[in-house]
């Protein structure tokens, strides 16, 4: 979620507890981290930071309230240079262009065409899966990589990448069934609940 309040909806409620159980877990093993553990500006949450921001208060937690902030204050840096003159004529010149590159005429709808289906087959289908499925590409591209990169640094005492992460994450995350049937019966099972 993107939103600053997202720790307050209730879908999300559970995890954050969950997380922050975990943190005062790994607090009680790695009393060392206390230093680190900060509260954010925006929504409250504890979360571990750096150790050259330990003790600052304008730190926002990685799980949404960063990203918001950086999107107000980019807002806000836009609003203020637009009302400028050389900033009012870019967005003259801008909107000009913008302008030449749309085409005049929006082709007229064909009234011989099909109506478009409403048929309840034509929703979009939502699929709801049981657990958590990690694939490489979403887990490379994920903005929580860096700060999940940081804290194993922390917790382990050694600078890892961002590469070794991603294969500690996927080594701890693989699943290997305990299924007492044949092989097939499994493929088909997952594959049911985890359809293409």
């Known amino acids: 979620m993107l939103r600053a309040d997202w720790h307050q909806d209730d879908h ?28 954010c500006a925006e929504c409250g949450i504890r979360f571990l930071t750096h150790p050259r921001n330990a003790g600052r208060r304008d730190l926002r937690c990685p799980f949404g309230c960063r990203r918001h902030h950086h999107r107000q204050r980019s807002c806000q840096r836009s609003i203020a240079y637009y009302r400028t003159a050389a900033g009012t004529r870019k967005k003259k010149r801008l909107n000009a262009r ?18 478009p289906n409403t048929s309840d087959d034509a929703l979009p289908v939502e699929l709801r899966l049981e657990g958590v499925v990690l694939d490489e590409s979403s887990l490379a591209k994920s903005p929580m990589l860096p700060y999940v990169r940081m804290v194993v640094s922390l917790i382990e005492g050694v600078d890892f990448g961002c590469v070794e992460v991603l294969h500690m994450l996927r080594w701890a995350m693989r699943q290997h069934s305990i299924a007492t049937g044949s092989r097939i019966d499994y493929a088909l099972g997952f594959l049911h609940q985890h359809p293409p």
Not at 20 to 28: E, G, H, K, P
Not at 102 to 115: E, F, I, L, S, T
């Open 98 to 115: 913008r302008q030449q590159d749309r085409p005049n005429a929006q082709p007229a709808p064909d009234p011989q065409a099909a109506p």
């Open 12 to 39: 999300a409620r559970p995890v954050v507890r969950q997380y922050q159980i975990t943190l005062d877990s790994v607090l009680q093993s790695h009393p060392e981290l206390l230093g680190c553990v900060t509260h």
